[in-house]
Every structure is written in C-alpha cells, then in structure tokens.
Nanobody, 124 residues
C-alpha cells in the first residue's frame, strides 16, 4: 500500500503563486503515473495534471498553461507549481496514482486511497 501526503497549500492573493508537494510512502507499482486533482466545495473532484515516470505530462485544458507538474523520482515526490492563481483555483488539492495513463483524467480510476489533501485559497 502507498500513502500519499500533500503539502504546500495556503492563502494567496489573486495572481500569486504556490508550489504543492506530494510525497509517497510505501510501495508503488508500475506504471508509476502520478496526478493532481482538486475539489471545490459543492463540486466533484476534477483532474488538474498528470505525469508519467518518464516525464510525459498532461494538463486540464482550463488551466491555460498556468500550472506545471514535475517529479523527483529519487525523492518519490511530485510537485505542482501554480502561477497566476485565480479565485476559481480555490480548492483542496490531492495527488494519486492513476490506474492507467489513458484514465489519468478520471479521479474515480486511481489506485491509492485519497490523502488529506492540501487547501489552496485564492483571495481577490
């Protein structure tokens, strides 16, 4: 089993930046895709970004290039660098392991239990 721990969230003003971290503890299986998702109050969890073990990436179209996902395989961690934050980015952010790359945009098709997430609040 793998445990995922997200950190780095906080309160930021519109236009600001944050860097989120997802650390993984325990055994991981191949393929080692990883992804970020987010959930706002009253809304369903949605896909944000994903990355393969080799560094191929995919992003939600709505982000318009403002976010960058990266990973450090030696540290068993992934990151989400967020720039030009907007009020609509306010959400709890979670990482997980998609069961397959083709399913990475579907938060119901993940292999690990959801962690506590990290809250991002963007104030106007």
């Amino acid at each position: 089993q793998v445990q995922l721990v997200e950190s780095g969230g906080g309160l930021v003003q519109t236009g600001g930046s944050l860097r989120l971290t997802c650390a993984a503890f325990g055994s991981l299986w191949s393929p080692n895709h990883r992804a970020w998702y987010r959930q706002s109050p009253g809304k369903q969890r949605e896909f944000v970004a994903a990355i393969t073990a080799d560094g191929e990436t995919k992003y939600a179209r709505s982000l318009r290039g403002r976010f960058t996902i990266s990973r450090d395989n030696a540290q068993n961690a992934i990151y989400l660098q967020m720039h030009s934050l907007e009020a609509d980015d306010t959400a709890a952010y979670y990482c997980n392991v998609p069961i397959a790359w083709k399913n990475c945009e579907d938060p119901s098709k993940v292999a690990a239990s959801w962690g506590q997430g990290t809250q991002v609040t963007v104030s106007s």
